[in-house]
């Protein structure tokens, strides 16, 4: 499969396992899965006509893993970033000291009141890497990285999941575990003096 081909079926399958299941007929089941003969069945319905060896191959190729597999293999899910509602299940994790999270520069005064949302989502995605967090925030403009403390914010009984793919979940990040590093990654801890 070309890489082309493969980036757009990707879109198309994470947009209906993550956001609009229904425009192509589909209903999650509890945990975000679906069958995977009856997500290929409904893309092709749809004019995304694609064999089970093509999925694997979108599946495996996917740098950020957004999809898995059950352990049969007969059901795929998103990894996390729904819109719809999905209850993954996931365990409650203990996190890294520090995660970071990708932004721009136009919302930083909602975040420095607010704290981090999860806006449409169902949680706040938080990475372990600061590189990563870049890519994300450079989606959208020029990159603003937020360091989290993840430490103190678990020492506070905030509740930490992690997806099959290695994104950090948390409904809420308040503003007082933050601290922007502008557009320049520094390895530093995050100032824990304002707690």
């Known amino acids: 499969m070309k890489h082309s081909a493969l980036v757009r079926a990707s879109k198309r399958i994470s947009r209906h396992l993550r956001h609009a299941p229904h425009e192509i007929g589909l209903e999650l089941e509890p945990g975000g899965w679906v069958a995977v003969d009856d997500l290929l069945a409904a893309l092709a319905r749809h004019g995304v006509r694609l064999t089970r060896a093509e999925l694997d191959e979108v599946v ?3 740098d950020k893993r957004r999809f898995g ?3 049969t293999g007969r059901r795929i899910r998103a990894n996390q970033g729904h819109t719809v509602r999905v209850e993954l299940d996931l365990p409650v994790a203990t996190p890294p000291d520090v995660l970071y999270h990708g932004t721009v520069e136009h919302v ?8 981090l949302r999860p806006m449409r989502r169902h949680d706040v995605h938080l990475s372990t890497s600061p590189d990563t967090a870049t890519a994300v925030g450079a989606r959208r403009g020029r990159p603003v990285v937020l360091t989290v403390d993840a430490h103190a914010m678990h020492a506070a009984g905030h509740r930490f999941r992690v997806s099959a793919n290695g994104v950090w979940l948390v409904p809420h990040v308040p ?11 520094l390895d530093q801890p995050p100032d824990t003096s304002r707690r």
């Not at 930083?108 to 607010?114: G, K, M, N, V, W």
């Not at 503003?175 to 990654?185: Q, T």
């Open 60 to 62: 495996a190729g996917n």
């Open 69 to 71: 597999y059950d352990e």
């Open 108 to 115: 930083l005064d909602a975040i420095r009141r607010e704290g």
């Open 175 to 185: 503003p007082r575990f933050l601290r922007a590093e502008s557009h320049v990654l």
